[in-house]
């Protein structure tokens, strides 16, 4: 198994996190091949207080071959004198992409078994890119995917999926069709079998208060959220909703399900980061491969004081080889001589 690190946002936490990774003994015998700015990542082993010994190799020589053990592509690409620790930049933006590309192509191509990044910082990536919404429309441009993935959120006791996430939550309500929610709750059933937990039980939160009261508080539960399940349910998927939001958790904590499927971004973060902050994972699913994160942001209030807390981050290299080891061998294909730089449209 090979996973595919992406330094993250360098004037947050990203790069201390790394270091702190890599030095854990969960990863002393795993591959990894780490990707980002060479000095970059020596400055975060500077934070977090360690030395590393991993070769640095630059991105073309991978064109022949990846080694196996630990290895550091260096894309050279964040100039250290531009550093503001704790404040978003175009700069920091602009490497944290080339970086996601980089370990995205990787895993794409079945160099690696999973792809994981630390924490990026969105506003430094629209400094850089206008353009840039979130990871999965990044992800699609990336590697041309197929079809979209969808965000989990995942800690031992229930996992969160969800149906909107970065949009505005004005515009949540008239996102939802049953479509859709039914499309979330086919990849939901099929993420979480795949992740071992054959027949999933989704429980679905509803959108409105007390799930509509009676078209009392809105439409959308009775009349898109509802049908949604009976449909999913006609097709053997094991759901259940909607569910008042208030304690959907509750019931799902205490054992009845195994995920949560929320309608909007932070119906559900709330939620898990109450239950468990510091063990979090973002998993982003669909893309024949997992992609991990550690669920929090880039904390720049500590960045550069050695104060960032491994255990999410711990908690996510652990849970994509976890992952990566349920699926289906790929096939591997050769890379581009400009796979790391190459323009993402």
Sequence with gaps: MRTALAIGDANGVGPE???KLLAHSDMADR????????RVFKMGQ????VTLDI???QADELVNGLPSGKVFVDLANFDPAKLTLGQSSAEAGKASLQNFAAVLRLADAGLADVAMFTPFNKHSMRLS??????EIGFIDSAINAARSGREFNVLDEVWNARVTSHIPLREVASRLSVERILDSLRLTDEVLTGAGKPNPRIGVAALNPHAGDGRNFG??????IAPAVEQAVAEGINAKGPIPSD???VRAIRGE???VMTMYHDQGQIAMKLIGFDRGVTLIAGYGFPLVTPAHGTAFDIAGQGKADLGATLAAANLGVSLAKLNPVREKRKLQADWALNSVH
């Design 129 to 134: 890119r206008p353009s840039y919404i979130d």
């Design 46 to 49: 500077d934070h977090a207080g």
């Design 55 to 57: 070769p640095v190799l």
């Design 247 to 249: 304690t959907v958790f």
């Design 257 to 259: 399900f195994d995920a």
């Design 31 to 38: 591959d990894v091949i780490i990707v980002g700015d060479a």
């Design 17 to 19: 996190l790394a270091a």
């Design 219 to 224: 439409h959308e539960d009775d009349d898109i």
